[in-house]
């Protein structure tokens, strides 16, 4: 049973395509996020999600967007895809249990942009 | 601005060595910090977590350290296994995100 399923897994596409990335968590958690790591392995927080409400930002462009259609998931739709949106992208849910945080990483969706 | 840094950025090393793998953040104001284990084409699994409050976590062969106050830990792998081998990021939470580390490439050969 995986806790945090991405689909696709890999994804090559042209620019200027819109694609979508979508994000499943069976752990109940209420908050979820998207990371990108680019082709240096920099892993870097995009959004975060707490019950279905952005809560992070992290300056990225507005041709993603981000949609949680309920707090187990948590999809990443990207308009006019660029060269430079290729990268790995991952999910992640996590919880907090005495006050300590766990994330837990889906196993990302790799894409590729020509 | 919290930036973390790890070094070396890989590191290849024979089977049954104890080694050590470094992190450093630049802001000490931190929550925790985490070790993770990345697997080539998989996701992150995490490794040990240190609260703020605490020295150092150990979990089997691994020992995470914590020196806030000069913005360092380390990961001390004992006796390492072919299957240590994977990229080890650390990563520091400030306010309500994990600020991710450059990674330390490691391969641990026979």
């Known amino acids: 049973d995986t806790a945090v399923s991405q689909t696709p897994k890999y994804l090559v596409t042209q620019m200027g395509n819109d694609k979508s990335i979508k994000c499943e968590q069976n752990?109940?958690?209420?908050?979820m996020y998207w990371y990108k790591q680019d082709s240096k392995k920099f892993l870097k927080i995009m959004f975060s999600?707490?019950?279905?409400?952005?809560?992070i930002n992290e300056t990225v462009p507005n041709r993603f967007s981000p949609k949680s259609p309920d707090k187990a998931h948590l999809n990443l739709h990207i308009n006019s895809l660029e060269l430079g949106d290729s990268a790995v992208y991952f999910c992640?849910?996590?919880?907090?249990?005495?006050?300590?945080?766990?994330?837990?990483f889906g196993p990302g969706t790799r894409l590729l942009v020509l | 601005k919290q930036e973390v840094t790890q070094i070396p950025a890989a590191l290849s090393v024979p089977e049954g060595e104890n080694l050590v793998l470094n992190c450093s953040f630049t802001?000490?104001?931190?929550?925790?910090l985490q070790w993770f284990r990345q697997d080539p084409g998989k996701g992150l699994t995490s490794l040990l977590l240190?609260?703020?409050?605490?020295r150092e976590q150990t979990s089997g062969r691994l020992n995470a350290s914590l020196d806030k106050s000069s913005g360092r830990s380390t990961l001390y792998i004992a006796a390492s296994q072919p299957g240590d081998s994977a990229t080890y990021l650390c990563?520091?939470?400030?306010?309500?995100?994990?600020?991710f580390g450059t990674g330390t490439r490691l391969q641990v050969f026979p």
């Open positions: 992640a849910s996590s919880n907090w249990t005495s006050g300590r945080e766990t994330q837990y």
């Open positions: 752990l109940g958690h209420d908050t």
């Open positions: 999600y707490n019950n279905k409400e952005l809560i």
């Open positions: 802001d000490s104001a931190i929550y925790n």
């Open positions: 240190i609260q703020s409050s605490q």
């Open positions: 990563a520091v939470r400030a306010a309500d995100k994990l600020i």
